[in-house]
């Protein structure tokens, strides 16, 4: 399996790292009385959105990670940002860049940890 690239940041920014978990549960209504609840799935798939600053050479990095050593799809190890253990990730899409200015980007991830 893919690991996190030692020549990336290993390390999100915390003040843009959110974490949800896919909603997990069917709410059933009835006819009368309160509503039936059960659990859609036995493990639930966390979502995470996080931010790094990258330089433009780590950019391209990132790209070839994304697209060549994972081919958009296979999972990878890294951290988990909040518990510090390690953690199976999926991207849920491509890496967005926002300029920073003078060769440094803001690099937005959305991923999942697979149960």
Do not use: C
Not at 33 to 51: I, M, N, W
């Amino acid at each position: 399996m893919a690991v996190w690239p030692a020549t990336l940041p290993q390390r999100v920014l915390l003040a843009d790292f959110t974490e949800s978990a896919e909603p997990n549960v069917i709410r059933t209504e009835m006819e009368t009385g309160p509503a039936k609840l059960r659990r859609r799935y036995t493990a639930e798939v966390k979502v995470f959105q996080a931010s790094l600053v990258l330089t433009t050479a780590q950019v391209a990095l990132l790209d070839t990670f994304y697209d060549s050593t994972i081919g958009a799809v296979d999972p990878f190890d890294w951290v988990h940002h909040r518990t510090l253990a390690a953690a199976t990730y999926r991207f849920r899409g491509r890496p967005e860049y926002r300029p920073l200015g003078a060769g440094y980007w803001r690099t937005t991830l959305m991923l999942e940890i697979l149960p």
